[in-house]
C-alpha cells in the first residue's frame, strides 16, 4: 500500500513539474514575440519610375516601381500592400498589391504597383505637372509583413518630388 501511495505521489509531482515547465516555455515564447517589433527594422520604400497606361477617356492606370529595402537579417514577406498616390499634394489615385512578395535579408526588390487614376482628379495637377518640373508626390498606405516572429502592419509615408 505504501509503494502505491509513493507512486501516485511521485506521478502527480512529476505531471505538476511538467506543467511548470510548459508553463515557463510558453511564458518565454510569448515574451520573445512581444519583442519581435524591438528587433524587427520597417522596410523602406523608395518610387523609381511611373508608367503611365491611358484606358479610356475616363481613367488612367499608372504603375509604380518601387524598391523596398529590408534592413533586417531575416527574411520578409510583404502579405498585403495598399497605398494611395498624391501629386501636388492631391490625391490621383489609389491601388492595391494583390500577391505576395518575399524580400530577402538586407537586400532591396523592385515592386511594380498598380494605381488606378480618374482623369478628373488629375485636372489641376496635369496644369502643374506641364508647367513646372518641381512637382511634389507622396505615396502612403499601409503594408502587413510577415517575419520569422509573426505578421505587423506598417504604415509608411514616402515622398519627394517629380524632376
Given at each position: 500500500?505504501?509503494?502505491?501511495?509513493?507512486?501516485?505521489?511521485?506521478?502527480?509531482?512529476?505531471?505538476?513539474?511538467?506543467?511548470?515547465?510548459?508553463?515557463?516555455?510558453?511564458?518565454?515564447?510569448?515574451?520573445?514575440?512581444?519583442?519581435?517589433?524591438?528587433?524587427?527594422?520597417?522596410?523602406?520604400?523608395?518610387?523609381?519610375?511611373?508608367?503611365?497606361?491611358?484606358?479610356?477617356?475616363?481613367e488612367?492606370?499608372?504603375?509604380?516601381?518601387?524598391?523596398?529595402?529590408?534592413?533586417?537579417?531575416?527574411?520578409?514577406?510583404?502579405?498585403?500592400?495598399?497605398?494611395?498616390?498624391?501629386?501636388?499634394?492631391?490625391?490621383?489615385?489609389?491601388?492595391?498589391?494583390?500577391?505576395?512578395?518575399?524580400?530577402?535579408?538586407?537586400?532591396?526588390?523592385?515592386?511594380?504597383?498598380?494605381?488606378?487614376?480618374g482623369?478628373?482628379?488629375?485636372?489641376?495637377?496635369?496644369?502643374?505637372?506641364?508647367?513646372?518640373?518641381?512637382?511634389p508626390?507622396?505615396?502612403?498606405?499601409?503594408?502587413?509583413?510577415?517575419?520569422?516572429?509573426?505578421?505587423?502592419n506598417?504604415?509608411?509615408?514616402?515622398?519627394?518630388?517629380?524632376?
Amino acid at each position: 500500500m505504501d509503494n502505491f501511495i509513493d507512486n501516485v505521489i511521485r506521478s502527480s509531482y512529476s505531471f505538476a513539474m511538467k506543467k511548470r515547465y510548459l508553463i515557463i516555455f510558453g511564458g518565454l515564447c510569448l515574451l520573445l514575440l512581444s519583442c519581435a517589433g524591438w528587433m524587427m527594422e520597417e522596410p523602406s520604400v523608395q518610387l523609381r519610375r511611373v508608367s503611365l497606361h491611358p484606358r479610356s477617356l475616363t481613367e488612367i492606370h499608372l504603375v509604380l516601381d518601387l524598391d523596398v529595402q529590408n534592413p533586417n537579417r531575416f527574411d520578409l514577406t510583404i502579405r498585403s500592400f495598399q497605398y494611395k498616390l498624391f501629386l501636388n499634394e492631391r490625391e490621383i489615385g489609389s491601388g492595391r498589391l494583390e500577391k505576395e512578395v518575399r524580400i530577402p535579408a538586407d537586400s532591396a526588390v523592385r515592386v511594380q504597383t498598380p494605381v488606378v487614376a480618374g482623369f478628373k482628379n488629375w485636372n489641376e495637377s496635369l496644369r502643374a505637372v506641364i508647367a513646372d518640373k518641381n512637382i511634389p508626390y507622396r505615396i502612403e498606405g499601409e503594408a502587413n509583413v510577415r517575419t520569422i516572429f509573426g505578421s505587423r502592419n506598417y504604415t509608411f509615408s514616402k515622398g519627394g518630388k517629380i524632376d
